[in-house]
């Protein structure tokens, strides 16, 4: 691991922006005909995924900030669902090697996990006033030890949500890979389609899930920093 | 540069990448989807208010008819009823008015049945008398003597008093 204040990976640039991409054309087959009768298709889906994320973040965040909360999370999963699936997928890159996922690479998990780091710092401020934030930073739960408790806690947030999804992706595309260096013949034929085929299955349901798991982990710490009571 | 490289202007881009997307979202696909759903939220709660209307204001109506039939029963059987005591009385009119109309008839034939024998009397008294006369002529002719005569002229006016 290294770091660069300078470099730029393109890979996950590129592939950053197909994820994007996929998630605005759905987006917009769900939006493009939005009738206030019947909905049907892309519409209907795209409802219930905003009635699901409403639900799931009202019952976790103040009311003031639950409604762009809920969109706010809903986008970041819908990214990431497809960020992380995009590796799965047998598309050609252009350096010979398969297509890897965005969030395969640090990078973009460190930023988007210190981005929400921020927000989060955003959202203690604005709903708990600027006093009552540093009051929290400092004073909770013992005055001033309080202080390297909450660094602590605040800092390993963003890192563990980042190496976490990081990591979850990233071995499911290195062990993906790894069943097709399985034995050549028949029976390695056999080996490859059999656990390469188990391995698909087990890492679309993975990516699915740390897609989820991120999403949720940063409601829940917003809402904790939002929450006048913490 | 590896995939476990933490680079700057990557970090950067993936914000920035996530925002673009946010951004798009908010603008072209939740925007017209909530108001959609809010607008399908207020269609059906004005449905269900509008229902709520027509279902009372159903059942004013079904009240207001079932009054109105209640009213014409009472009425119908009022009518029933005075058309009865009418009839009644009618009848009894009626048959008093016979009653009366026969007594009257009786009483008339009586009175003329009275006035006949009257004057069925009178004209027997006036043939009596001549027929006195004639017998007093024949009487007369006979050459009665004092005794026969008296006799005879007793017999007749007793006869003459048991036709009074």
Not at chain 2, 6 to 29: D, E, G
Request: charged share 15%; net charge neutral.
């Amino acid at each position: 691991m290294n770091f660069s204040l300078t470099a730029f990976q393109w890979p996950p640039f590129w592939t950053g922006l197909i994820s994007i991409g996929l998630v605005l054309l759905f987006g917009l087959a769900a939006a493009r005909r939005a009738t206030a009768s019947v909905p049907s298709g892309a519409q209907n889906m795209m409802e219930t995924a905003i009635e699901t994320f409403q639900d799931l973040v009202g019952q976790m965040a103040p009311e003031a900030l639950a409604p762009n909360l809920s969109l706010l999370a809903l986008t970041l999963f819908l990214m990431l669902v497809v960020a992380n699936i995009l590796g799965l997928l047998p598309l050609p890159w252009f350096n010979g090697d398969w297509i890897h996922s965005p969030t395969a690479f640090l990078s973009i998990p460190a930023g988007l996990a210190a981005w929400m780091f921020l927000l989060i710092q955003w959202a203690g401020i604005k709903y708990k006033g600027f006093g009552g934030w540093v009051y929290g930073w400092v004073w909770k739960p013992f005055p001033v030890i309080g202080l390297v408790i909450n660094a602590l806690e605040q800092l390993v947030m963003p890192v563990s949500l980042a190496f976490r999804l990081f990591g979850n992706i990233l071995a499911g595309e290195l062990v993906l890979r790894m069943t097709t260096h399985l034995p050549h013949g028949i029976g390695g034929v056999i080996t490859t389609f059999g656990i390469g085929t188990l391995w698909l299955v087990f890492s679309f349901v993975i990516s699915m899930i740390q897609a989820l798991i991120f999403t949720i982990l940063t409601v829940a710490y917003m809402s904790i920093q939002a929450n006048k009571d913490h | 540069m590896s995939s476990t490289s933490l680079t700057a202007p990557n970090l950067i881009a993936a914000v920035l990448q996530f925002l673009l997307l946010l951004f798009l979202l908010r603008a072209f696909v939740y925007k017209p989807i909530l108001a959609a759903m809010q607008k399908r939220r207020d269609t059906i709660a004005k449905q269900i208010h509008d229902a709520d209307g027509l279902r009372s204001e159903a059942d004013k109506l079904r009240h207001e008819a079932q009054e109105l039939v209640n009213q014409a029963r009472d009425e119908a059987k009022q009518i029933l009823a005075n058309a009865r005591r009418e009839s009644d009385e009618q009848a009894k009119k009626i048959v008093e008015q016979a009653q009366k109309e026969a007594s009257y008839r009786q009483k008339a034939a009586i009175d003329e049945i009275e006035h006949e024998r009257d004057q069925a009397l009178a004209s027997i008294r006036s043939q009596v008398a001549d027929l006195v006369v004639f017998a007093a002529g024949k009487v007369i002719e006979r050459n009665l003597n004092a005794e026969d005569q008296a006799r005879y002229v007793d017999e007749v006016l007793k006869d003459v008093g048991q036709l009074q």
